[in-house]
């Protein structure tokens, strides 16, 4: 993961410190705000959905941002200053609900990490963390368990803010640490061997989501139909065509146990591609 890539637009200015603490504080992230207060807005640290509009204070904007992030990268001794992305990055994180934390996944790519990248993150955000890494063959999900012993590579641990640090301000009851592995050899076979075992339900789980799509736009239209087809990445489906009220529906998103039913609804019933 590289801070540097990430788009400008989602990037808060150091200059824009203010308006960041008053979001902070509207909606009561004291972890966020304490690691504010040690740490200051420094270039490419801070994230947030849309900052450069909506943590703008003469932008016009009313509503705040949806997501926020705090981001630390740690280079490896020898890969150079240039290399962060291919070292470790630890990344904390707040979203409002389940869209806008899918929406903070895409924006920070977490889809495209090169190292092990560890989230601090409310525990109702961890499905957004497993379907980022199931949608990559070589990246898997480990919930780390800090009252066992600290994580492998302590000593990267170390060089965190205090406001993050696991000894001194520990995970609440609603949060915990979480790590996306990039694997290789030996562990990229284990983690593929698991992942064929755990196929099945996660073929069970998409076809369900398929059986919902289906029935909800029959109910709106019985003339209705899908075209799918299993996808290449295991225990998802792809849609080729859907159509509803004599409409050609275009739909490019996988279908598997993470689909956001209601979303796929919605463009079903709004879109069109023949007309």
């Given at each position: ?34 690691l ?9 640290k ?29 280079c ?44 601090l ?11 980022c ?143």
């Amino acid at each position: 993961m590289d801070p540097s890539s990430i788009s400008v637009a989602h990037c808060v200015p150091p200059a824009e410190c203010p308006a960041l603490a008053s979001f902070l504080q509207e909606y009561r992230l004291d972890r966020f705000k304490a690691l504010l207060e040690e740490c200051g807005v420094q270039a490419n640290k801070w994230f947030a959905e849309h900052a450069r509009s909506q943590l703008t204070l003469h932008s016009g904007c009313t509503s705040y941002p949806a997501w926020v992030a705090w981001c630390g990268s740690v280079c490896p001794v020898g890969l150079g200053p240039h290399s962060a992305q291919s070292g470790e990055t630890f990344l904390a994180l707040w979203a409002r609900d389940t869209p806008s934390a899918r929406r903070a996944v895409l924006a920070l790519q977490l889809l495209q990490v090169k190292g092990n990248v560890h989230v601090l993150l409310p525990h109702a955000m961890l499905e957004q963390l497993e379907r980022c890494a199931k949608e990559r063959d070589d990246v898997e999900l480990s919930v780390l368990d800090l009252i066992a012993g600290m994580p492998t590579r302590a000593a990267s641990w170390t060089t965190l803010p205090n406001a993050l640090q696991p000894t001194i301000s520990p995970p609440k009851p609603y949060e915990c640490w979480a790590s996306l592995l990039v694997r290789t050899g030996e562990a990229l076979c284990r983690l593929r061997r698991q992942r064929d075992l755990e196929s099945e339900g996660d073929v069970g789980a998409a076809r369900q989501k398929l059986q919902e799509i289906s029935r909800r736009l029959l109910t709106l239209d019985p003339r209705s139909t899908m075209e799918v087809a299993p996808s290449d990445r295991p225990g998802c489906f792809v849609i080729n065509e859907m159509r509803f009220n004599g409409h050609v529906i275009g739909w490019e998103g996988p279908i598997d146990r993470f689909c956001d039913v209601d979303a796929v609804v919605r463009i079903a019933t709004a879109s069109c591609e023949c007309c």
